[in-house]
């Protein structure tokens, strides 16, 4: 077996379950992914692992996959986690930052205004955000702040270019950007915490 095919399975299915085309509560079973891929069940059955880890796909209880979904509850303890550790590497790099960690979210923030491709929407959002974050040094901080990020796998592909929530998403961030170069610790917080809040609308 090609030691690359799992890992390739598991980026397409992960594309597929991120642009929406495999929705919440779809079962993934074996068989018709190996007749989708044209291969064998071992390397559908580690891709399939690997997407479990991920925590892009969870088991039933009849022993099952299918593409996960975050319940109210889950989502609202995600969120409340995120602001925690998010507002204190928000607090810990504000008075560290340099005008480079400025720069380089500003200039994210403009590609990201612009993006269509949802990967890339999603990448570019992480880099914002870690932009921000980076200076306060802090590595297994920053690790946390991505793990925690990658467990809800936001809809990046209804952030259409003009859409209500894409204008509303891009305010937040430049609400956010202001307050941080301006050191303003107590406006940045607040425009963090209204930011990752929307988060439990959905």
Not at 4 to 27: C, H, M, N, W, Y
Not at 66 to 79: G, K, M, N, P, W
Not at 172 to 190: C, E, F, N, T, V
Request: hydrophobic share 40%.
């Amino acid at each position: 077996m090609d030691p690359t095919l799992p890992k390739r399975i598991t980026e397409q299915l992960a594309e597929d379950i991120r642009s929406g085309r495999l929705q919440p509560g779809t079962v993934l079973r074996q068989e018709a992914l190996a007749t989708r891929f044209g291969l064998s069940r071992q390397p559908i059955r580690l891709a399939l692992q690997s997407l479990r880890a991920s925590g892009l796909v969870r088991i039933r209880l009849d022993r099952s996959l299918e593409v996960a979904q975050l319940s109210t509850e889950q989502l609202r303890d995600l969120v409340a986690v995120r602001l925690l550790i998010e507002r204190e590497a928000l607090r810990l790099a504000l008075p560290k930052r340099q005008v480079r960690d400025v720069l380089e979210a500003t200039q994210i923030q403009q590609r990201l205004e612009l993006e269509k491709d949802p990967r890339v929407i999603e990448q570019l959002d992480l880099a914002f955000h870690t932009a921000l974050y980076r200076p306060c040094g802090n590595a297994r901080l920053l690790q946390l702040v991505e793990e925690f990020r990658s467990e809800d796998r936001r809809p990046f592909h209804e952030q259409q270019v003009g859409s209500k929530s894409r204008e509303r998403w891009a305010r937040q961030h430049r609400r956010i950007l202001k307050m941080y170069d301006s050191g303003d610790s107590a406006g940045a917080d607040a425009a963090l915490t209204a930011h990752l809040s929307t988060l439990q609308e959905r």
